[in-house]
């Protein structure tokens, strides 16, 4: 097994299933009414809050909401949105989407491992 494999395989067992919604085409026009065509990926990740520290290294009193996912299926992207516990048979109108607003990537060797991602407060 490779390490990215090894760290999928150790989120499974902790995490929980999510839907990745990735936009593969949208209106060129933003007064076109078209909508969006989308592709929706099942992740598995772990959810927490993290505690957020300012440039000077102060903890702020605020915390962000973040998911990590291994890097063995779709690569999250800033924009992209996820249906927290959602899995992708089970979406719907009702679903609640969370815009990626950031992407870190832990890589080793040019290879990614681990993608955490921050989510925006609230949803769409």
């Not at 929980?16 to 593969?24: D, F, M, P, Y």
């Not at 933003?30 to 065509?37: F, I, L, V």
């Not at 992209?80 to 969370?98: H, L, Q, R």
Request: proline fraction near 4%; charge should be negative.
């Amino acid at each position: 097994m490779s390490d990215a494999e090894d760290i999928a395989a150790a989120l499974a067992e902790v995490g929980v299933t999510h839907c990745l919604r990735k936009e593969i085409s949208g209106p060129s026009n933003p007064y076109d009414p078209a909508p969006a065509s989308y592709e929706y990926h099942d992740i598995t990740g772990y959810e927490y809050d993290r505690q957020v520290i300012d440039m000077s290294g102060t903890l702020v009193q605020k915390t962000q909401r973040t998911i990590a996912i291994g890097a063995t299926g779709a690569a999250p992207a800033k924009q992209d949105e996820i249906a927290v516990g959602v899995a992708s048979i089970d979406v719907s109108s009702d679903t609640v989407w969370s815009v990626i607003t950031e992407v870190r990537t832990t890589q080793i060797s040019g290879g990614a491992l681990l993608f955490e991602v921050d989510l925006a407060a609230g949803g769409v």
